[in-house]
T-cell receptor, first 110, second 113 residues
Framework: SQQGEEDPQALSIQEGENATMNCSYK?????LQWYRQNSGRGLVHLILIRSNEREKHSGRLRVTLDTSKKSSSLLITASRAADTASYFCATGGQGGKLIFGQGTELSVKP | ETGVTQSPTHLIKTRGQQVTLRCSSQ?????VSWYQQALGQGPQFIFQYYREEENGRGNFPPRFSGLQFPNYSSELNVNALELDDSALYLC????????????FGSGTRLTVV
């Protein structure tokens, strides 16, 4: 079963704009991770935020976590066409037992 | 260091048949996990192997089984294939207990007809 919902399911923006994706989860967590998937292929780990952190940055990525609302958001700034992919949040993490959301499909138009 | 490799990349099987998918772990990793991803959905955890033993299982029937070998490579076996088994099967390797550092393979696209 899925851990939660991601919103929106699909997002289309122009190059240079910012993209924001949201993720909600159901149970208590130790950490939350975001992954990227190109064209139904393998997943690439983007960033992990621990439950005692509220915000984390990595390059053009900014992740926030609100444990009181059981939600997280991923912001991609100054998007590029190469950012076109599906983005998934995942909780768990002990040795691979990840529980994924349903994903947001991002399309960045040049 | 090498990443995770999966074979084959694509496979077509007939309902009722059996299939074996293969995965070679990233060097230095000691656990292997398998995920099923239906079209338009997020990956769903099937099971994890550590030290050649199943170390956790998701909500999948017993006809989904696996093996991990001493070199940490792994197989996913599915018996009595059903049409709903059509999906992308992803393998991920990691170090047990490590919070992150999961390396995913590119997956095997299984189509059951």
């Amino acid at each position: 079963s899925q851990q939660g919902e991601e919103d929106p399911q699909a997002l289309s923006i122009q190059e240079g704009e910012n993209a924001t994706m949201n993720c909600s989860y159901k149970t208590s967590i130790n950490n939350l991770q975001w992954y990227r998937q190109n064209s139904g292929r393998g997943l690439v780990h983007l960033i992990l935020i621990r439950s005692n952190e509220r915000e984390k940055h990595s390059g053009r990525l900014r992740v926030t976590l609100d444990t009181s609302k059981k939600s997280s958001s991923l912001l991609i700034t100054a998007s590029r066409a190469a950012d076109t992919a599906s983005y998934f949040c995942a909780t768990g993490g002990q040795g691979g037992k990840l529980i994924f959301g349903q994903g947001t499909e991002l399309s960045v138009k040049p | 260091e090498t990443g995770v490799t999966q074979s084959p990349t694509h496979l077509i099987k007939t309902r009722g048949q059996q299939v074996t998918l293969r995965c070679s772990s990233q060097s230095g990793h000691n656990t292997v996990s398998w995920y099923q991803q239906a079209l338009g959905q997020g990956p769903q955890f099937i099971f994890q192997y550590y030290r050649e033993e199943e170390n956790g299982r998701g909500n999948f029937p017993p006809r989904f089984s696996g093996l991990q070998f001493p070199n940490y490579s792994s197989e996913l076996n599915v018996n009595a294939l059903e049409l709903d088994d059509s999906a992308l099967y992803l393998c991920a390797s990691s170090l047990l207990g490590q919070l992150y550092g999961y390396t995913f393979g590119s997956g095997t696209r299984l189509t059951v007809v």
